[in-house]
């Protein structure tokens, strides 16, 4: 056996020592993290801090539509809006992300139907409506969750919903504004 077998090459490295663990250990450490800041109420805390502020910074989201699970798409566009947000609030904006839903239309519709494996004529527009409406507000709680695990801040206890009725009147008053300036 040479010498050199018995060198402990890791006691040859001049490294510093650190309290801090070899392992991230992310799947442990994320869950903590995340209901330490729903918790402290985070968000709520940067708001509160921002409120005087002369400057204002407002991001219009376009909203995702309630009818699955994120994807790299979602992804991409929350995290870019997250970013702006984030950048806006550390010059001291006060820089307010209210997050939205469109619960309507097609791609709704769409995946409704195909969880049901039916069509359209099978099913009456009333039980229809019902069935979207329960379908679209699993799918804002399921993507909530979702961008809140991405570290995404916002108004995630009160986020616009176009299936709402304030949202819906507010649509129908804008309409009639419209149609009374010709």
């Known amino acids: 056996m040479s010498d050199n077998a018995k060198i402990n090459y890791k006691d040859t490295l001049n490294l510093p020592r650190t309290s801090f663990p070899m392992k991230a250990g992310l799947p442990q450490k994320e869950p903590q993290i995340l209901k330490k800041w729903e918790k402290d109420r985070i968000y709520d805390g940067i708001m509160k801090k921002r409120e005087a502020s002369e400057n204002t910074f407002i991001l219009h989201d376009g909203p995702p539509y309630a009818n699955g699970r994120i994807h790299m798409g979602h992804v991409l566009n929350k995290i870019l809006k997250d970013i702006c947000v984030k950048y806006y609030t550390m010059r001291g904006y006060r820089a ?63 986020p616009y919903l176009t299936l709402t009725k304030t949202y819906e009147s507010d649509i129908l008053f804008a309409l009639a504004d419209l149609y009374e300036k010709g």
């Open 96 to 158: 307010p992300y209210v997050p939205g839903w469109d619960c309507h239309g097609l791609p709704v519709e769409h995946q409704l139907l195909k969880e049901l494996n039916m069509d359209k004529a099978d099913i009456g527009q009333v039980e229809f409506r019902k069935k979207a409406y329960k379908y679209a507000m699993k799918y804002v709680k399921i993507q909530a969750d979702e961008f809140k695990r991405l570290g995404v801040f916002g108004d995630w206890d009160d």
